[in-house]
């Protein structure tokens, strides 16, 4: 499969928001691998795919995993459309999704979305999110992933950190997935050319912050301990706990196609522990303990447990 076979949107403002997409995606994965202290630490290695044959678009993502800097990282950039199914409301929709769970302990986990979704009656919207994820928290990293996000627009930081709080919560838990997160939903100040600029601005903002903060937590860093290694396991557990039980947008990417189910898992990390999965069926409102028991069972019974693609 190749990015030829896809046909794109015919939306001009769809057009201009997968450009800038697959600007930053590009711009993401040399970052990631500027970051890593390894030289010989390899490129990302593109995998395309195809909605409908490439009949209503697809997609290329950038991923790389058990390398010695990472330990999964996908960057994703999807581009849909419907432009020949009258009977369908949503026109296109265009998205960067990237996840980064680097390989050492001390080092933290980021996710990011950038996405323009239009309508056939003409309204479009953005959906912004940015979250850092680490297994053993920095408050001085924190502190400075979120002023690079006040940054970008102080008057939507609140609003975004808000909401971003909301969705990360994870009740069973009683904690947020992460410990700086920001999420501007059906955004959309009116201006299209002042959102691009708003939206290109997010995710250089991110990329920059992130790869320093990465590239600093690796540099000089000592091997990890045993114990350093078990909490990063219980943390990447409770990522992916996260993501297959409460995440709209993994929920949704899974359920109105098959197509991509590869790269929509690709947000998870390399290894968990399915002990520590499975006591927490006992924690969710029912029937969801039947989901995570099922998520359970389809781990090995090993430890770590192996999130590949056959699992």
Not at 54 to 72: Q, Y
Not at 105 to 125: F, Q
């Amino acid at each position: 499969m190749t990015t030829s076979q896809r046909t794109f949107p015919q939306s001009s403002r769809a057009a201009r928001a997968n450009e800038l997409v697959e600007v930053l995606q590009k711009q993401l994965a040399e970052r990631l691998v500027a970051a890593a202290p390894n030289a010989d630490e390899p490129d990302f290695a593109p995998i395309s795919w195809l909605r409908d044959e490439g009949v209503h678009g697809g997609g290329e993502r950038l991923a790389t995993a058990d390398t010695p800097t990472f330990n999964r990282a996908s960057v994703n950039v999807s581009c849909v459309h419907y432009d020949d199914l009258p009977e369908k409301r949503l026109a296109s929709a265009t998205a960067l999704s990237t996840i980064v769970h680097p390989a050492h302990p001390l080092a933290s986990s980021m996710h990011m979305h950038i996405s323009w979704t239009e309508l056939k009656e003409g309204k479009g919207t953005w959906r912004i999110m940015a979250d850092l994820n680490p297994s053993h928290p920095n408050e001085a990293q924190t502190s400075r992933f979120l002023s690079a996000l006040r940054g970008v627009n102080a008057e939507l930081f609140d609003e975004g950190k808000a909401q971003g709080e909301r969705y990360f919560y994870i009740p069973a838990l009683e904690r947020t997935r992460g410990v700086a997160h920001f999420y501007l939903e059906g955004y959309s100040s009116g201006d299209f050319e002042a959102d691009l600029r708003l939206a290109r601005a997010y995710g250089e903002s991110v990329i920059a912050t992130y790869g320093a903060i990465l590239q600093e937590s690796l540099e000089n860093a000592l091997p990890p301990t045993e114990e350093q290694r078990q909490r990063q396991l219980d943390y990447h557990t409770l990522y992916l706990f996260q993501v297959l039980t409460l995440d709209r947008g993994t929920t949704s990417g899974l359920l109105v196609h098959d197509q991509n189910d590869i790269g929509i898992m690709g947000s998870l990390p390399a290894e968990v522990n399915r002990e520590l999965l499975a006591s927490w069926s006992s924690k969710v409102p029912a029937p969801q303990e039947e989901l995570v028991d099922a998520l359970a069972d389809a781990l090995a019974t090993i430890h770590p447990a192996p999130v590949d693609t056959a699992t």
